[in-house]
């Protein structure tokens, strides 16, 4: 069965702080992604990943950073992380020459104080 | 502005009843388009996708979704709705369709679902 793991399902952090979102995806996929979820506003992107170490900003990469060291993995940084910033972060996944079905992890629930 | 409008934020059914979850794209071609679902505390999962030919797709769960180019939809639709069905419903696009996308999506806004037993 194919998975996305996000390592963290719910933080809470402080104004400020470096914060580390995890994912890893164990299909051998080129392609990752992520998502950020909130009411009304549905899911928008702020970095997507076609190849390691290969990056490209989506519609809302102010305040973030990405890394993708390995295929498998791809972490979103927030350097310093704002009370605009709670939310939920999804991460997705997808093969290149698969067209449509990303595919999910369960989703980080994100609260900044 | 290219975008995908859910018109519908919150709709409520009764279980049994028929569903229809409208969905409109603003883009000069007909991109690919999706239906994803996502049930209280997971991720979404795709429930059917339209690339081209039959506009009438079958997708998972009995769920099932129509393209009209002239109206630049892809309404979702259910004959009769379960209370396992209760979940948000996101419709997407891609908007390179046929070309290097890389599996990039455009979501819209969602729309809740509720089923009353």
């Known amino acids: 069965d194919v998975k996305v793991t996000q390592s963290s399902r719910y933080l809470v952090k402080r104004t400020g702080e470096k914060v580390f979102l995890e994912c890893v995806q164990d299909m051998d996929h080129e392609n990752m992604f992520w998502y950020r979820q909130d009411p009304g506003l549905g899911l928008r992107l702020i970095y997507f990943s076609y190849d390691v170490k290969m990056k490209e900003k989506g519609d809302i990469p102010e305040g973030y950073s990405v890394s993708r060291e390995k295929k498998e993995r791809f972490s979103l940084i927030l350097e310093s992380a704002s009370t605009n910033q709670t939310s939920m972060y999804l991460c997705a996944s997808i093969a290149t020459s698969n067209t449509g079905e990303l595919f999910f992890g369960e989703g980080s629930r994100l609260t900044v104080l | 502005a290219q975008s995908v409008t859910q018109p519908d934020i919150h709709i409520t059914v009764s279980e049994g009843a028929s569903l229809e979850l409208r969905c409109n794209y603003s883009?000069?071609?007909?991109?690919?388009l999706f239906w994803y679902v996502q049930s209280p505390g997971q991720g979404l999962q795709l429930l059917l996708k339209y690339f081209s030919g039959d506009t009438l797709v079958q997708g998972i769960k009995g769920f099932e979704a129509e393209f009209k180019r002239s109206q630049s939809s892809f309404n979702l639709r259910k004959p009769s709705v379960h209370w396992s069905d209760a979940a948000e419903y996101f419709c997407?696009?891609?908007?390179?369709?046929?070309?290097?996308?890389?599996?990039?999506?455009?979501f819209g806004q969602g729309t809740i679902l509720t089923v009353h037993p």
């Open positions: 997407a696009v891609d908007l390179n369709a046929g070309g290097t996308s890389y599996g990039k999506l455009t």
């Open positions: 883009y000069g071609a007909t991109p690919y």
